[in-house]
């Protein structure tokens, strides 16, 4: 697939190479224990209601519709006012504000790694986190299912619907600046790990795919370091070049490992390409507004199969 080895060093300085695991974004912190059986099941208003809209900053219109953000569909047997309507709203406003954000952030990514992303980032896990870190557990109104013995099994996606249908009764009740100003805040402002949504297993063969199609010369893997060729743990550093241009590099204890290192080292670097300073579409409903102005980006067209 790629032209031979040309090694440039045969030296290296004997020590052990560790490779630094990629991480990923971490969850909201939480030190709330599990509450018993009375407090998920909690009957009344609770009085932690204004105290969380006093930390979000928030002001609703009708008093009552915090309250019925908190409430589940599982509670009271649905005869008062749920959250099932709310959360609804906001999956889509949550959908809305978060694809365009990813789409003008990372023009490379192709459209499969970019569902795969919002589904990692803003699934039902990540959304459980935030509430866990606002307070909602200790707020919303449920009733676990009767035959589970543990009252907080299923408390992840409760919390995560309620989560939900906050963002839908902000869009509701104070509009889509609102709206998209708390899913920013508290979504996507947090770090996000676009490698965990790249499926790179061919990654030599996909390389030479996407120079070709960006017209770029054909990679070459050169060796660049060597430790301990006739050991039993040597170490060999590769590097992938395009013309004269270094496009990724990578080590390992065969040059083929290293070779394969170097080539999806090349693709993530390429993918994850950020845009620093976007431009969001949604920017346009700003126009009145002097320091804020819409110019429209390139829409990227990488596919997910070269």
Known sequence: MFKSLRPIATSLTARRLSLVPLT?????????????????????????????????????????????VLTH????????????RLEWLGRKVLDLY???FLDVKYPNIHVDALSDLRAINFGVVALSNLGKYLGIQHLVKWKPASNVPNATVGQTKVVAKAVLALIGAIYRDNGSIEAKKFIHQYLLSRPIDVSVALKLDQPKRLLVALTKRKEMERPVSRLLKETGR??????????????????????GSSLKMAEFRA?????IKYYTREVKDISLPSDAEHEGDEDITFFPQKVGDTPAYL
């Open 24 to 68: 990923r974004a971490q969850p909201f912190s939480c030190s709330a224990k599990s509450q018993d059986k009375d407090t998920v099941q909690n009957n009344q208003t609770p009085s932690g209601n204004p105290a969380l809209l006093a930390r979000l900053g928030l002001e609703f219109s009708d008093p009552d519709l915090l309250s019925q």
């Open 73 to 84: 569909k599982s509670y009271d047997h649905a005869r008062v006012p749920t959250n099932e």
């Open 98 to 100: 978060v694809t365009e």
């Open 230 to 251: 006739f050991t039993n743990s040597p170490v060999f550093i590769v590097g992938v070049f395009s013309g004269t241009k270094k496009i990724g590099e990578g080590f």
């Open 263 to 267: 080539a999806k080292d090349a693709l």
